[in-house]
Each structure stands twice: as C-alpha cells, then as structure tokens.
C-alpha cells in the first residue's frame, strides 16, 4: 500500500455490512480488512479490486489483544496512520452460546478500542456496530456495574453478562445475552467518547436493525422477521443503507458527532412505541 489516502480498519471486514462500508470508504481510504477467515479475507479483497478499491485482509481474532494489536501494525506499516476504524465484527443470538457471545460482541469491542485509542489522533473516528436489540433489554436485567469492569477484569465481566442471560431460560439465554452485550456496546461507546475527545478523535455506535445480510437472515424467523412486521419501512434493510450510514460516521464530516448511538432500524422504535399509544386509545 502507498500512503496516498489515510488507512480505515474494518472488523468483520468479509460479511455484508462490513465489505458495504469498505466499497464506500475505498474512495477515500486504504482499506485493511480484519476477519478470522483467510479464504473470505482472500476472495472480498479480490472484489473489491474488481471495484477499484485497494485493500489488504489481515487475519485477526477480536478476542486476542495481541491478534488486535497485530492488525493494527500491519495497517500502520502498510498504509501509515490509521484514520477510521469500522468495528463491525461481531455474532448474532444462533452463532453462538451465550459465553462466547460476550467474549466476541463484548470483550472484542474493548480490544479493539484500546488498541485504537492507544494510536488515535485529531480527526480520527471509532464507529461500533451495535444493534436494536441493545435499545430493547430491560433496564432491571443490564449489569451495569458490571460494565465498569470491562477493561480491567474481563473474565468477571462476561460472566456479569452469562449471568443476568440466565434468567430468561435456556432456550432464550443467548439472545439476551447478545442484546446485553449490545447496550454495552452503546454504553461504552458513550463511556469513551471523553478519552477519544481528549485526543480530537471521536466514538460513536450504530444500531442496525434487520438488515439483508447472511447474519440477518440467520434471525429472520427468530425475531429480525418480526421487527420488520412493526416497521415504518416495511423491508429488510440493504446492506449499501446501513454502509451510508457507517462510512458517514467515520468519516471527518461530522466532526461533533461522538458519544451517541445512531439508530437506523427502518422506523422500528418509532412503530412499536405508537402502535402502543393507539392500543392505549382505543
């Protein structure tokens, strides 16, 4: 890689979202992408060539700190400063049990933003790919001093999170441990944004809502099919529309946007919360 345009990691590089958001950002950035499979890796870098975007694939376990670290010497060694990270890695409710689903969606979101608060500088972004499902989890049942442990005792932490999905039932158990590690996504984005600031940098989550991509449609019958029944939008979002909406937030022109979660769910919030306001009328 030349140093023409800055450098943008992207987690979770090889699925729907992430690929989306690398042909975007490929106008403007090298691209690194980050994923556990070599193969996937090998075969979105070839097409995105084909869409004259240039980028490597790194290898990377998001749960590893040193695999994190190492994708972001490669970056750094390739294409100089890392300018944006899209943090798109991650598992749904029935690609894993409720252990591994914190320790990924959890976990591998602290890893990631340490090893990129640890370089960021004025400009640069953090966008964490959260989810609805983090806006829907009852206050009683989040382990929010738990949270607080993340950096520091990760292993008490995930257990934090085991425990409290114990208490819906086997069946349900990773689901709401998936949503759990979610609002933890929101809440850490927002817990960070003071130390981004500190540097002129930024942090931000998005919540997608159901959107068409191999992970999406894993869910379809168990929850993402009837989120889109209460949308305004009835359809699953394309994975070019949640893109947008990424590539957008990582890139320098919303310069005062840091420390909120972005909600692009097709009106799904928005459907649920008058659909109960016209019951309570009538």
Not at 77 to 106: D, L
Not at 187 to 207: P, T
Request: positive net charge.
């Amino acid at each position: 890689m030349s140093t023409t345009h800055p450098t943008a990691v992207i987690t979770g590089g090889t699925g729907g979202m992430g690929l989306a958001t690398a042909r975007l950002m490929g106008h403007h950035h090298r691209i690194v992408l980050a994923d556990l499979d070599r193969t996937r890796l090998d075969d979105a870098v070839r097409e995105l060539a084909v869409a004259d975007v240039e980028a490597i694939g790194v290898v990377c376990d998001i749960t590893d700190k040193e695999s994190v670290e190492r994708v972001f010497q490669r970056a750094e060694s390739e294409g100089g400063h890392v300018r944006a990270v899209v943090h798109a890695a991650g598992i749904s409710p029935h690609m894993g049990t409720a252990e591994r689903i914190a320790r990924i969606n959890a976990t591998g979101t602290v890893n990631i933003a340490q090893a990129f608060l640890a370089r960021a500088a004025d400009g640069d972004a953090l966008v964490n790919v959260a989810s609805t499902a983090g806006h829907s989890v009852p206050k009683i049942l989040i382990p929010h001093s738990a949270f607080r442990l993340a950096e520091q005792r990760p292993d008490d932490f995930e257990k934090a999170i085991v425990s409290r999905a114990r208490f819906v039932g086997r069946k349900l158990k990773p689901g709401l441990a998936y949503a759990i590690s979610k609002n933890f996504v929101h809440w850490y984005s927002r817990y960070l944004a003071a130390e981004f600031g500190e540097r002129g940098a930024r942090v931000v989550s998005v919540s997608p809502g159901s959107f068409d991509t191999a992970m999406g449609r894993l869910e379809e019958n168990h929850g993402a099919g009837d989120l889109v029944k209460a949308a305004a939008i009835k359809r699953f979002g394309k994975p070019e529309e949640i893109a947008a909406v990424l590539a957008f937030c990582a890139s320098e022109a919303p310069g005062y946007l840091t420390g909120i979660d972005v909600l692009v769910d097709g009106g799904t919030k928005a459907g649920k919360e008058f659909a109960k306001l016209q019951k309570k009328a009538l």
